[in-house]
């Protein structure tokens, strides 16, 4: 029996608008009415990430920046694991070696030297998760999302790395899709321990602590609940999903998944414009999806 959902945001909850729509909302509510709980996991800061869901009236615990940090209902931080600052050194070293653009998650918010780069990169990044939007309507939506893609602009990363009171959560790199420098970058980044090293779509490396896995949070997060594991259903539709949906009893991939991820699901419901989320609840609350 389920008795947690755990739902992506980026081409998972969300659609090329970066919305939840009516149709997931009257899902998710319909989960919470029935007594289950439903959590987020997702790649972004809550920053970044609780605005949206508080604007669909969702009340839910968070897993965000891939695992790095937990949040319960009220969006209190309960766990919080950052990347050392060696780490942290060679991996900034490699992503301007091969002249990659990337910004720095925290625990006091996202950091970025440039912020025309940053929202070429983020229309970059909507192409990857949402393929059917236009270069165009990418960079419209970035520009208009800005709000709600909150970042920090410094001169100088250094200035973040030398605060004794910011925790580095996660490094955000970004590029054209199918760029061999992202190609090359990933391969020396993953040769580097201690470290994990996913994507949450094609022109992206996401870089956290080994310990900072979505998969891992949400063990973390049915331990507090004492759920078994076995009576969870995540869903998700990128490599940075593939931890959850590996951990959880029922895996679920988006019809807008990655091979690999589908390869490892139990289920496949509906792209994510198309309302996948409301698809599999209304499966899992019926019993069909166990």
């Given at each position: 029996m389920i008795q947690l959902i755990v739902s992506d945001m980026d081409g998972t909850l969300l659609n090329d608008s970066m919305e939840i729509s009516s149709e997931n909302i009257a899902a998710i509510k319909k989960v919470q009415a029935a007594g289950l709980e439903f959590v987020v996991a997702t790649g972004r800061s809550i920053e970044e990430a609780q605005p949206i869901l508080q604007a669909a009236g969702i009340k839910c615990?968070?897993?965000?920046?891939?695992?790095?940090?937990?949040?319960?209902?009220?969006?209190?931080?309960?766990?919080?694991?950052g990347i050392e600052k060696k780490k942290l050194a060679l991996t900034m070293s490699i992503l301007r070696h091969h002249q990659i653009y990337f910004e720095l998650f925290t625990d006091h918010g996202g950091y970025t030297e440039n912020i025309d780069d940053r929202i070429a990169s983020v229309a970059h990044w909507l192409k990857s998760t949402s393929p059917n939007l236009s270069e165009a309507e990418a960079i419209e939506i970035a520009e208009s999302h800005m709000a709600t893609l909150p970042i920090n602009f410094v001169a100088d990363f250094k200035e973040v790395l030398e605060n004794p009171e910011v925790t580095v959560l996660k490094i955000f790199a970004m590029g054209q899709i199918d760029d061999p420098a992202l190609l090359l970058a990933k391969e020396e980044l993953s040769q580097i321990t201690n470290l994990s090293v996913t994507s949450s779509g094609a022109n992206n490396i996401e870089v956290n602590h080994e310990s900072a896995q979505k998969g891992r949070s949400l063990q973390k997060v049915t331990e507090l609940l004492n759920l078994p594991l076995s009576n969870v259903a995540a869903l998700g539709d990128n490599f940075n999903d593939m931890s959850m949906i590996e951990a959880a009893g029922v895996g679920i991939a988006m019809a807008n998944a990655e091979a690999e991820v589908k390869a490892i699901a139990?289920?496949?419901?509906?792209?994510?414009?198309?309302?996948?989320?409301?698809?599999?609840?209304?499966?899992?609350l019926a019993e069909e999806w166990l």
């Open positions: 615990r968070y897993i965000t920046s891939n695992g790095a940090q937990i949040f319960d209902e009220n969006g209190q931080n309960i766990f919080t694991v139990k289920y496949e419901t509906v792209t994510n414009i198309d309302n996948g989320v409301a698809y599999a609840i209304d499966r899992i």
